[in-house]
């Protein structure tokens, strides 16, 4: 049995945060931001989640009771503790043999939770996997910090992954890396056990461009994370295709993680893919962190002929400083039924 992504759903709040009333039209056209969607003041990941689930459910008429497992990708739980993933399985209905777990990362988080999923079916371990991710970033994001702000959206994603009889891996090539000394270029200083709350005073501070932020708010160098894009992508997509033993000619389509637009259009002319069909819209999204891949393969899968997505390159990168790459075949993920 090779584990295979069926279906995915995603959910987007319902406010709407226009980048008119942020940023000039220059930097919108320049990030291509138009709009983001934002969690309500009482909305909270788990919540996001439950939502994608219940669509992903809706959408492609899955029976719910077939889960066996829930992986759940998100940075920013409900609770210190306990993990979210085991919030989502009771109001999801679903039995106490599901087994839950949070994966605890980023922008690289869907192919990580992709390799978590192929272990767990093609060892026996589970049958039929729920994978959500779950953004909420701009709960972190001070509104007046219009350097960061205008990128990042909040929004949650659902894939169906189960294990098929098939002649191939559906799901390979995997390539991971991580650079934990530069973890202080995409963070959140304080809030966690080494700031811990009680013992950590909340300081504000202004940057040189009228930027405002917090100890205990979104950090991020954006000249080094585009640098660290521009390295490390590149490598990867090269890794990958030697992974699996092709060519970029045998590739079908790229659906990388979606930063932003100027960024990934650099990406695109460096790793050398300017003749692959290349995903590149964040139009009305902004940055999703670990539901940006899935969102937009939601996107491609129900606007063209999947018979061709055969070799799908995929591709996740950021907070950590982390990345991961692998093949998808994505020919047989089924298309929303409205």
């Not at 210190?80 to 605890?104: E, N, R, Y």
């Not at 701009?138 to 294990?163: C, H, M, Q, V």
């Not at 000249?223 to 521009?230: G, S, V």
């Not at 891949?293 to 606007?303: G, M």
């Amino acid at each position: 049995m090779f584990a295979k992504i069926r279906a995915v759903s995603s959910y987007l709040p319902e406010i709407i945060e226009s980048n008119e009333k942020i940023i000039d039209e220059r930097s919108i056209k320049k990030i291509g931001v138009i709009n983001r969607h934002i969690a309500a003041k009482n909305e909270s990941a788990g919540d996001l989640a439950i939502r994608a689930a219940e669509n992903l459910f809706s959408d492609y008429e899955i029976n719910r009771d077939e889960t066996d497992f829930i992986l759940l990708c998100n940075q920013h739980p409900d609770y210190q503790m306990p993990h979210t993933a085991v919030l989502v399985q009771d109001k999801l209905g679903l039995a106490q043999s599901v087994g839950t777990m949070d994966i605890g990362l980023g922008c690289s988080g869907y192919i990580y939770g992709l390799a978590t999923a192929k272990g767990l079916i093609e060892t026996g371990l589970a049958k039929k996997i729920l994978f959500i991710t779950s953004s909420i970033y701009t709960k972190y994001i001070n509104p007046k910090d219009t350097s960061t702000r205008p990128l990042f959206g909040d929004g949650a994603t659902a894939t169906w992954i189960e294990g098929v009889d098939d002649e191939k891996e559906n799901l390979r090539a995997f390539v991971f890396g991580s650079d934990g000394s530069r973890f202080d270029k995409l963070y959140i200083p304080a809030g966690g056990s080494r700031n811990d709350p009680r013992n950590t005073p909340e300081i504000f501070s202004v940057d040189d461009n009228g930027n405002y932020h917090s100890n205990y708010e979104f950090y991020m160098d954006g000249t080094a994370i585009a640098y660290f894009t521009l390295h490390v992508v590149p490598r990867l997509v090269d890794e990958v295709l030697d992974a699996a033993n092709i060519s970029r000619e045998n590739l079908d389509y790229c659906i990388f993680h979606q930063a932003n637009k100027l960024l990934m259009d650099y990406v695109q002319k460096k790793s050398a893919l300017e003749n692959i069909p290349y995903f590149n819209d964040v139009q009305h999204t902004g940055n999703l962190a670990s539901g940006s891949v899935p969102r937009a393969i939601e996107q491609v899968i129900n606007s063209v002929d999947t018979s061709n997505l055969k070799n799908v390159l995929l591709a996740g990168f950021g907070v950590g400083l982390s990345w991961a790459g692998c093949l998808a075949d994505l020919s047989g993920v089924l298309k929303k039924r409205r």
